[in-house]
T-cell receptor
């Protein structure tokens, strides 16, 4: 266990559904991240939050909406997704976003299938 | 933009043997960090080893060591005395020293055979 938890672990949703992914870190970190891991593609950074403020949006479609109510929790709200959005969504946290000075700790991921 | 390339999709190694994974990257930055992450099957990704670009000495963590060649933009990982628990996907990653964006390579699947 890395101190980062994600729920649910598996999610199947239709293209018209709305669902949310949740991430919680128990490490006292101030930065949190969402990554997308698709088959046969490198991990892609989606969003970065530092002290609850979004500092990076890596050109992610608006059907993905992040929310960071506090430094311990991060959500990814999903609506009207496409089948190509099926992937493993990973959450990570670090002390802050100071480059490589601080290690990123990853959660187990949510396996999302869009039907 | 930075890119990270791992040219070996899969590698297998006998238990107790040594395996070396390759990673090359492209950047115009002078200060940055490089990482190797391990993702075991159905388990969380964890950091294996980190290298700071301004340090010439290669990083070592127990059975894991790197060969960092800054001029060649190469960052290989050597796993010595391979164990069954080393079976996993291994990802090379890059981040600028003052950046907040980790860029990953495509990964290398390592299978350790008994």
């Amino acid at each position: 266990e890395t101190g980062v938890t994600q729920t649910p672990r598996h999610l199947v949703m239709g293209m018209t559904n709305k669902k949310s992914l949740k991430c919680e870190q128990h490490l006292g970190h101030n930065a949190m991240y969402w990554y997308k891991q698709s088959a046969k593609k490198p991990l892609e950074l989606m969003f970065v939050y530092n002290f609850k403020e979004q500092t990076e949006n890596n050109s992610v479609p608006s059907r993905f909406s992040p929310e960071c109510p506090n430094s311990s929790h991060l959500f990814l709200h999903l609506h009207t997704l496409q089948p190509e959005d099926s992937a493993l969504y990973l959450c990570a946290s670090s002390q802050t976003t100071s480059g490589g000075l601080y290690e990123q700790y990853f959660g187990p991921g949510t396996r999302l299938t869009v039907t | 933009a930075q890119t990270v390339t791992q040219s070996q999709p899969e590698m297998s190694v006998q238990e107790a043997e040594t395996v070396t994974l390759s990673c090359t990257y492209d950047t115009s930055e002078n200060n940055y960090y490089l990482f190797w992450y391990k993702q075991p099957p159905s388990r969380q990704m964890i950091l294996v080893i980190r290298q700071e670009a301004y340090k010439q000495q290669n990083a070592t963590e127990n059975r894991f060591s790197v060969n960092f060649q800054k001029a060649a933009k190469s960052f290989s990982l050597k796993i010595s005395d391979s164990q069954l628990g080393d079976t996993a996907m291994y990802f090379c990653a890059f981040i600028k020293a003052a950046g907040n964006k980790l860029t990953f390579g495509g990964g290398t699947r390592v299978l350790v055979k008994p």
